[in-house]
């Protein structure tokens, strides 16, 4: 496939004038729909941003366009495509793509779950990878996509769709809401697959999901590889198989010395806007381990784990344990330095919402959570500080609880 091709599968019937970059940045799906598919056929570069950047968001990603690619890559129709992420480091970057590593992805994901056409409805924004890529899909193998408000779903209001091999799109924290209503587990059986993405699900959720035999496709991804490279089919999830799955056909991931996921695979971005990848596998930014079946089990970053009088603690674990309790709507778990520990697990949760009842969330992490796991503290607060991506940066909110004692 060349990049013409990629515009007419998205609507393109004929390419206009070619233009040097694009900036693709709109809420309403159909907009940014029709801007990106002109956008493709134009033969720019193309950029996408979030609209609801703040203005450092704005200005850090606006400094990144002026940077030039500085190296051997010329091809107008390689890496065109650049993609806001937090990167390896947490700071913005742009990840490169193009219509080989879409249609890879795209590939991969039907060769998977079995599907001829895949269809969607879109809740997820498409300014973002899995919002874009559930678009895609649908555009790439002559599905049908419907955009739909998240809100309009949570409240209960679903589309009206026909037979086919159907897919939904969702982050653990929409799924927990959905359930919250006893008419979406009906709905959500419909689907061939529920992908589930975008975070760690804690395993209360997911037993309550294979208790009402949903078809959950928990999964692993990321920007800079398309979205998922590996995803536990709906038959796999409802025989108690865990993790996130086995590669994709179009993808290998391995865990090296160490636990370090490293992934190849044809849908791998060319590199981070000016620059380029060179060739070879990706090593990510997370740890984790291959079960007996190649299941990949994500074990957390591996910049974020704490030491706490000498043992290590995974904060996305204990995020995952306070979140089953019911207690929390959002909930972040840092390292504090302590003079006793070294570091103390504080967590953080929102001021303003339901104050947690303490006493009955310690009692459910003495059934789950080893004693060096457990939060020392519990803070509540107002400002919740963002990396230039728009990504919680935890070592800024490490240091707002440490300038609190």
């Not at 850090?60 to 390689?78: G, H, M």
């Not at 089990?297 to 290590?312: C, M, P, Y």
Request: contains cysteine; aromatic residues 6%.
């Amino acid at each position: 496939m060349d990049r013409i091709d990629l515009a007419r599968q998205l609507g393109v019937r004929r390419p206009g004038p070619a233009r040097g970059e694009t900036v693709i940045s709109a809420a309403d799906p159909r907009i940014f729909m029709a801007r990106f598919a002109s956008a493709t056929a134009a033969r720019g570069t193309v950029f996408v941003a979030d609209p609801s950047w703040r203005a450092a968001q704005r200005e850090t990603f606006a400094a990144l366009l002026k940077s030039k690619t500085v190296n051997r890559e010329s091809r107008i129709d390689r890496g065109w495509l650049c993609l806001p992420t937090g990167g390896t480091t947490g700071g913005m970057r742009l990840a490169r793509h193009d219509q080989d590593t879409l249609s890879a992805a795209v590939s991969g994901c039907r060769r998977h779950f079995g599907a001829a056409r895949i269809s969607a409805i879109g809740v997820l924004p498409l300014h973002h990878v899995s919002g874009l890529m559930a678009w895609l899909r649908c555009a790439l193998t002559g599905g049908r996509y419907v955009a739909w408000s998240w809100d309009d779903l949570a409240a209960g209001r679903w589309p009206e769709v026909g037979g086919g091999d159907w897919f939904l799109s969702l982050v653990p924290t929409q799924l927990q809401r959905l359930l919250a209503r006893r008419s979406s587990a009906d709905r959500l059986r419909r689907f061939r697959a529920v992908l589930l993405g975008g975070g760690p699900a804690w395993p209360e959720l997911l037993e309550r999901a294979a208790r009402l035999r949903l078809p959950l496709a928990p999964g692993y991804g990321m920007t800079e590889t398309a979205a998922m490279v590996t995803a536990l089919r709906p038959e796999e999830f409802l025989a108690g198989r865990t993790g996130c799955g086995s590669a994709l056909p179009h993808a290998r991931v391995t865990v090296e010395a160490g636990g370090v996921i490293r992934v190849a695979s044809r849908s791998l971005f060319r590199g981070y806007y000016p620059d380029w990848r060179g060739a070879g596998t990706w090593p990510t930014a997370d740890l984790g381990r291959l079960d007996e079946h190649g299941s990949l089990h994500v074990l957390g970053r591996r910049d974020a784990i704490i030491i706490t009088g000498g043992e290590k603690v995974d904060p996305v674990a204990v995020e995952a344990a306070l979140l089953a309790t019911g207690q929390f709507i959002d909930v972040v778990v840092v390292g504090v330095p302590d003079v006793r520990w070294g570091h103390a697990v504080v967590a953080c949760y929102p001021a303003g919402s339901r104050a947690p009842n303490l006493e009955a969330v310690e009692r459910a992490l003495a059934r789950s959570l080893a004693g060096h796991e457990r939060p020392k503290r519990f803070v509540a607060l107002g400002r919740w500080p963002r990396t230039a991506s728009g990504k919680l940066s935890r070592p800024a909110l490490a240091a707002i609880v440490a300038a609190q004692r």
